[in-house]
C-alpha cells in the first residue's frame, strides 16, 4: 500500500473513530434526557399516591378513576397504572379495559413488604413501557408506567441523522487526507497547517450540528409525546379539548419532520446532488408564490418574473425559494404584501415585516440562528442556513438587508441564462 494511501486511510479511520464517539456519546446524553423526563413524572405521581393514605382500593374501598397527577408538567398523563394487594394479586373494578401489567416476584415482595420501590422496562399489551413499583403502606403495592414508545421513536430518527453526520464527516476527512497527501511534492508546514485547520473545523462543526441537534429536537419531541398520551386517556378528557390536543399533535408532529429533514439536508453540507438539469429558475418562483399563497392567505404575495435558465437541482433550488417566501410570510403583519422580482438570475424578496436587528445581520445565516424579532414565532433558525448552502452548492450567493421604510430585503443571487419576460 502506498504512503498516500496509508495517510488518507488512518485520517479516515481517525475521524470515523472521534464522530462515532461523539455521536454515541449524543446519543446517551438524549436518550438519558428522554427516559429522565419520564421517570421524573413517574418519581412525583408516586410520591403523590404515597402521602395520600385514603388513596388505592382498601377493605371494601372504592376503586379509583385516576391517579393523582404531577402538579409540574414534568410530562404527560400517565399511561397505565395498577395495585397490587399484599398477597400478589390485582384486584381490578368491573369493565376494566386497562392492559394488566405485569406481576414478578419482585413486584410481590414489594407488595407483601408494603415498602420499597423497583424500575423496569417490560411490555403492557405490546407496548414498550417504563414501569415503576412502589410499596403503599398497609395496602399494598402500586404500579406506575408510561409508554416509552415516542421515545424509541425518537432516538430512531436521531440515530439516522448521526449516521449521516458519521458518513459525511469520514469521507470529508478521507477526501482532505488524499488531497493534501499527494506525492507531489513534500507538504510544507503551512500546508499542514491548513489541513490540520480545515479538518479541525470540519469536526468542530460536526460536534456543534450534533450538540444543536440535540437541543433542538428535545423540544418537538416532549411536545408531540406529552399531547400524543394525554390523547390516548381522552375517555378522561372532554371533546373540544380532545379535538384541540389532536390539532397540537398535528402541528407539533409536522414541526418534527420538518425540523428533521432541515437537519439531513444540512447534513449533507457541499455533497454534490446527482440530479443536476438545466432548471427554469422563474418556473420554480412561481410555484413557491402559489405554495405561499396557499399557507398564507393572509398575505398578498407579488410576483414579477423574468424566464431565465439556471444549472442545478430543482429540488435544493425550490427549497431555498420556499424558505425565502416562508421567512417572510413569519415576519409580515396581517393584509401586507411581499413582493418576489425575479431579474437576471437575481430573486428579490421583499416584506414589510418589522424588520432586522442590525445586531443580528451578521448571524442570520448561522444555525439555529433565531434573531431578536423571530422570537415567539414558529421555526427551528434553520431556514436561511439551508438557503446560504444551496446558493453556494450552485456557485451563488445569499443577502439579507434592511428594506427602506422598514421591513426585509432577501437576495439570492444565481448564474443565470435569460430567456423572456414575463409578468404574474
Not at 444555525?367 to 436561511?384: K, Q, T, V, Y
Request: proline fraction near 7%; hydrophobic fraction near 45%; aromatic fraction near 4%.
Amino acid at each position: 500500500m502506498t504512503l498516500r494511501r496509508r495517510v488518507t486511510l488512518m485520517s479516515a479511520l481517525v475521524v470515523g473513530a472521534t464522530l462515532v464517539l461523539a455521536s454515541g456519546v449524543c446519543y446517551l446524553v438524549m436518550r438519558g434526557e428522554l427516559r429522565g423526563q419520564i421517570d421524573d413524572s413517574l418519581r412525583e405521581q408516586a410520591t403523590q399516591v404515597t402521602r395520600a393514605p385514603r388513596f388505592g382500593p382498601t377493605n371494601g374501598g372504592d376503586f379509583p378513576q385516576r391517579v393523582p397527577q404531577p402538579q409540574r408538567r414534568t410530562g404527560a398523563s400517565q399511561a397505565y397504572f395498577q395495585f397490587v394487594s399484599p398477597d400478589g394479586t390485582s384486584p381490578r373494578p368491573p369493565g376494566t379495559t386497562e392492559p394488566m401489567l405485569p406481576i414478578t416476584a419482585q413486584t410481590r415482595a414489594i407488595a407483601a413488604a408494603q415498602r420499597g420501590r423497583a424500575w423496569t422496562d417490560t411490555t403492557a399489551d405490546d407496548v414498550h413501557v417504563r414501569l415503576l413499583t412502589v410499596g403503599l403502606p398497609g395496602r399494598g403495592a402500586l404500579q406506575l408506567a408510561r409508554s416509552l414508545a415516542s421515545v424509541d421513536r425518537a432516538l430512531a430518527r436521531l440515530k439516522i441523522v448521526l449516521a449521516l453526520l458519521t458518513v459525511f464527516g469520514t469521507g470529508f476527512a478521507a477526501l482532505l487526507a488524499r488531497i493534501f497527501s499527494r506525492p507531489v511534492a513534500a507538504p510544507t508546514e503551512q500546508e499542514l497547517a491548513i489541513s490540520q485547520g480545515a479538518l479541525a473545523d470540519s469536526l468542530a462543526a460536526q460536534r456543534q450540528l450534533v450538540a444543536d441537534a440535540s437541543h433542538e429536537l428535545r423540544t418537538p419531541v416532549t411536545s408531540v409525546r406529552t399531547n400524543a398520551e394525554m390523547l390516548r386517556d381522552a375517555s378522561h378528557v372532554p371533546d373540544d379539548e380532545r379535538r384541540l390536543i389532536a390539532g397540537e399533535v398535528v402541528d407539533q408532529a409536522e414541526e418534527l419532520t420538518a425540523l428533521i429533514g432541515d437537519l439531513i439536508d444540512l447534513a449533507r453540507g457541499d455533497v454534490p446532488d446527482p440530479a443536476v438539469e438545466d432548471v427554469r429558475l422563474d418556473a420554480l418562483a412561481y410555484e413557491a408564490v402559489q405554495r405561499a399563497r396557499r399557507h398564507a392567505p393572509r398575505l398578498d404575495f407579488r410576483l414579477d418574473a423574468e424566464p431565465c435558465v439556471v444549472e442545478g437541482a430543482p429540488e435544493r433550488l425550490a427549497r431555498a425559494i420556499n424558505n425565502l417566501l416562508d421567512n417572510a410570510a413569519k415576519h409580515s403583519p396581517d393584509g401586507a404584501a411581499v413582493q418576489v422580482v425575479l431579474r437576471d438570475g437575481v430573486l428579490t424578496v421583499r416584506d414589510h415585516g418589522p424588520g432586522i436587528d442590525p445586531r443580528d445581520l451578521p448571524h442570520v445565516f448561522d444555525r439555529f440562528h433565531r434573531g431578536a424579532n423571530a422570537r415567539g414565532r414558529p421555526g427551528s433558525g434553520l431556514g436561511l442556513a439551508i438557503v446560504k448552502q444551496v446558493a453556494e452548492a450552485h456557485g451563488g450567493r445569499v443577502a439579507l438587508q434592511v428594506a427602506p421604510g422598514g421591513g426585509t430585503i432577501a437576495r439570492l443571487t444565481l448564474p443565470a441564462v435569460p430567456v423572456e419576460a414575463v409578468t404574474a
